[in-house]
Nanobody
Framework: QVQLVESGGGLVQPGGSLSLSCAAS????????MSWVRQAPGKGLEWVSA????????VYAEAVKGRFTISRDNDKNTLYLQMNSLRPEDTAVYYC??????????RGQGTQVTVSS
């Protein structure tokens, strides 16, 4: 079955950086677009970014454009999210998801990112 395991979350001060990883298994990773989605406290799921199956195309939500970078390593079946210039409003549980912006279907258990001084 599909397994997506996120790691790398934590507490960071505003303006700081974090790097998230997602180890994927149970499906052909290189055949799938992948996304990151997040859920802030008391809010619904928000799509953050997506990457094409070979990594040639990336898209970002306006809220993170220019600050976050999505990437992937198909040899390692791993998805990444580099987050720079973090803001308090980036505080959320971040999930790795199988699929693109409008088509993601399964997600992992999530990793908590807290941006606070």
């Amino acid at each position: 079955q599909v397994q997506l395991v996120e790691s790398g979350g934590g507490l960071v001060q505003p303006g700081g950086s974090l790097s998230l990883s997602c180890a994927a298994s149970g499906f052909i990773f290189s055949s799938n677009f992948m996304s990151w989605v997040r859920q802030a406290p008391g809010k619904g799921l928000e799509w953050v970014s997506a990457i094409s199956n070979f990594g040639s195309s990336t898209v970002y939500a306006e809220a993170v454009k220019g600050r976050f970078t999505i990437s992937r390593d198909n040899d390692k079946n791993t998805l990444y999210l580099q987050m720079n210039s973090l803001r308090p409003e980036d505080t959320a549980v971040y999930y790795c998801a199988k699929g693109g912006r409008s088509s993601w279907d399964e997600r992992g258990q999530g990793t908590q990112v807290t941006v606070s001084s």
